[in-house]
């Protein structure tokens, strides 16, 4: 059990690129959560998987980002045509649902900024 | 929607001084509650998780207490020390999501 890993940690891209995080959960937890992290506040939900399926989305989650758990193991999130109002900490956390009364483990967090 | 709030937003003492931190939420209809630890530009670490038919739990110098009926949880930290400087995050589990607070910044001076 190594913990949960997130690829990038750091990120910097121009406005109008787009961008790809990865992550990858603690081997065996079935649920996959997104989150982002503006300065001075707590992290905010995006979106969650249950093994493969996307069971919800925030309305944070504009039409410019996706994500895909593809085979219900590592999930990856894309942001299309960056905004300067995207610069946030991504953070990924992963659980094994009930059977640890939902406990969340989190990564270490992709930090993107968009110049 | 479930709304979390932490007071005080940042709290500076002496070494060795036992505190507390505050958290209150709107909807007592949760799972369970987690706090949290975050270093500055790093991840949040599980400190304590908290079932919604446990009143309290504890680990080493933490101790966090879950009041449903009022909306409140508290972490106490005994004997604080320089290595606990930090933001504390406290969050709600319900319907599937964490909802968060904005955290207490934490600074223990030597």
């Known amino acids: 059990d190594t913990g949960v890993s997130q690829d990038p940690r750091h990120k910097i891209t121009k406005r109008g690129q787009n961008v790809t995080f990865r992550c990858d959960p603690i081997?065996?937890?079935?649920?996959l959560y997104w989150y982002r992290q503006t300065l001075g506040q707590g992290p905010e939900f995006l979106t969650y998987?249950?093994?493969?399926?996307?069971?919800?989305k925030s309305r944070l989650l504009s039409d410019r980002f996706s994500a895909e758990r593809p085979k219900g193991s590592f999930s990856t999130l894309e942001i299309q045509r960056t905004e300067q109002g995207d610069s946030a900490m991504y953070l990924c956390?992963?659980?094994?649902?009930?059977?640890?009364?939902?406990?969340?483990?989190f990564g270490p967090g992709t930090r993107l900024t968009v110049t | 929607k479930q709304e979390v709030t932490q007071i005080p937003a940042a709290l500076s003492v002496p070494e060795g001084e036992n505190l507390v931190l505050n958290c209150s939420f709107t909807?007592?209809?949760?799972?369970?509650l987690q706090w949290f630890r975050q270093d500055p530009g790093k991840g949040l670490t599980s400190l304590l998780l908290?079932?919604?038919?446990?009143r309290e739990q504890t680990s080493g110098r933490l101790n966090a207490s879950l009041d449903k009926s009022s909306g409140r949880s508290t972490l106490y930290i005994a004997a604080s020390q320089p290595g606990d400087s930090a933001t504390y995050l406290c969050?709600?589990?319900?319907?599937?999501?964490?909802?968060f607070g904005s955290g207490t910044k934490l600074n223990v001076k030597p």
């Open positions: 956390a992963s659980s094994l649902g009930f059977r640890s009364s939902y406990e969340q483990y």
């Open positions: 081997s065996e937890h079935n649920r």
């Open positions: 998987f249950q093994n493969e399926a996307q069971l919800e």
């Open positions: 909807d007592s209809a949760i799972y369970n």
């Open positions: 908290i079932q919604s038919s446990q």
């Open positions: 969050a709600l589990y319900n319907f599937n999501k964490f909802y």
